[in-house]
């Protein structure tokens, strides 16, 4: 599974977002370091910020330091928390047949395994 895609990135982005603002970096290291799985890169990360702003979603800001690159900072609207919203229901949804495939899996696996231990 070494292919980065990242389906869900907007939604954990957002999950971010309704904790303050943030620029892209610091999205991108708090995907890397709070998630068990991070399945985005920088690329990704930036391409759903860029699609989350045309969709309303977050409202940016520059700050332009003395020294330095300047930095763009992104936060969350009312469009982008109903968008949260809608992402977390599809995911509970999800859950729920992810849940249901585990056990079936397990069922299936525990069926077979007397006939992996013959071979």
Known sequence: MAKKHGRFTPAFLLLFLADGPAYGAMLLTR???ELPYCFS????????LQEMEKNGWVEISWETPETGQPRKWYAITA???QALEDYAEDIRRR??????FL????????RHEPLRLMQ
């Open 31 to 33: 995907m890397q370091t």
């Open 41 to 48: 890169d920088s690329a990704i990360v930036y391409r759903s």
């Open 79 to 81: 469009k982008g928390l």
């Open 95 to 100: 859950r729920e047949n992810f849940g249901y």
């Open 103 to 110: 056990s079936r899996h397990k069922r299936v696996v525990s």
